[in-house]
Nanobody, 117 residues
Framework: QVQLVESGGGLVQPGGSLRLSCVAS????????MGWYRQAPGKQRELVARISSGGNTNYADSVKGRFTISRDDAKNTVDLQMSSLKPEDTAVYYCNARNLLNGDQYWGQGTQVTVSA
């Protein structure tokens, strides 16, 4: 059982930056593809970015060039650096861990990001 705890959300003005962090425990971190998802009110949860155990990254088109995902296997953390934030980035952001070998998947509790003037 993997536990994920996110931090770093908050209120930021358009054009600002935030860094989200997720700490994992209870599993072998390097076995997992790690991702950040978000869900805005009335919308489905969507992938924002993910990073494989080998460091390969994928981003949603809407965040390419603005967001950067990174992982530190020594610290069991995955971060999402968000820049040039827009009001449409407002959502609850969730950390996700997925074991590609057995399909196990885990979610954090979510952290709110609000982009508003």
């Amino acid at each position: 059982q993997v536990q994920l705890v996110e931090s770093g959300g908050g209120l930021v003005q358009p054009g600002g930056s935030l860094r989200l962090s997720c700490v994992a425990s209870g599993g072998i971190f390097r076995w997992y593809t790690m991702g950040w998802y978000r869900q805005a009110p009335g919308k489905q949860r969507e992938l924002v970015a993910r990073i494989s155990s080998g460091g390969n990254t994928n981003y949603a088109d809407s965040v390419k060039g603005r967001f950067t995902i990174s992982r530190d296997d020594a610290k069991n953390t995955v971060d999402l650096q968000m820049s040039s934030l827009k009001p449409e980035d407002t959502a609850v952001y969730y950390c996700n861990a997925r074991n590609l070998l057995n399909g196990d998947q885990y979610w954090g509790q979510g952290t709110q990001v609000t982009v508003s003037a």
